[in-house]
């Protein structure tokens, strides 16, 4: 039973260029969650989805950064017009489902897409 | 406000010596606590999880994390450091859905 897997592992981006990092979540799960971590720092939430649902944006960036998780394929994570600023480690997680229960709630981590933008 | 803190940004202990990462969490329902570990330029490693029951919670690597409820407090402790252990430990509070919240993470470093 494959993990939650991310690709790339490392992307390499000119400033104004767009990155898009992709999550496959572990099998059975359908809610995916998106953090960053910048150098030296803990990691922040941007986003939560569920298929085809965005559920909770609140750390999501205003501009230029979007999120999806479509019926069939990955999630995508897209940053348009990348600046120095975006350089971090993005980290997908994935769940079984909501609710009660922490087999049904407890999130389990990929390993990271790491951007850097030159 | 939900929040986690991790008091300490470093600590260095011998090889050999007991540890103990101190991390405090404000969370208004009731919560799920973790703690993990993140070696340099990898992903997160879980180490133990707390959810109901037994307040001292044993995971991998020999370590264990007490929840005190009273204290807002998950601590995590190790009786003898390896210099294997040398690390970023973070701690994170979550509650009905996956979404965590993180502290800014200890950094452990090891002597010999």
């Known amino acids: 039973n494959a993990g939650v897997m991310q690709n790339p592992r490392h992307l390499v981006r000119r400033r104004g260029q767009e990155a898009r990092l992709r999550c496959s979540p572990m099998k059975g799960h359908s809610h995916v969650y998106w953090y960053r971590q910048l150098p030296e720092e803990g990691l922040k939430f941007m986003v939560y989805?569920?298929?085809?649902?965005?559920?909770?944006e609140s750390g999501m960036p205003k501009e230029r950064f979007s999120a999806e998780f479509p019926k069939e394929g990955p999630s995508i994570l897209r940053i348009q017009q990348v600046v120095r600023g975006d350089s971090a480690a993005y980290f997908c997680a994935s769940s079984r489902s909501t609710g009660t229960g922490l087999s049904n709630t407890e999130a389990f981590f990929g390993q990271g897409t790491r951007l850097t933008v030159v | 406000a939900q929040s986690v803190t991790q008091p300490d940004i470093h600590i260095t202990v011998s090889e050999g010596a007991s540890l103990e990462l101190r991390c405090n969490y404000s969370?208004?329902?009731?919560?799920?606590l973790f703690w993990y570990v993140q070696s340099p330029g990898q992903g997160l490693q879980l180490l133990l999880k707390?959810?109901?029951?037994?307040?001292l919670v044993q995971g991998i690597k020999g370590f264990e994390a007490e929840f005190k409820r009273s204290q807002s407090s998950f601590n995590l402790r190790k009786p003898s450091v390896h210099w294997s252990d040398a690390a970023e430990y973070f701690c994170?509070?979550?509650?009905?859905?996956?979404?965590?919240?993180f502290g800014q993470g200890t950094t452990l470093q090891v002597k010999p």
């Open positions: 994170a509070v979550g509650g009905n859905t996956g979404k965590l919240i």
């Open positions: 707390y959810f109901s029951g037994d307040t």
């Open positions: 989805l569920q298929k085809e649902n965005i559920i909770d």
């Open positions: 969370y208004g329902a009731t919560p799920y």
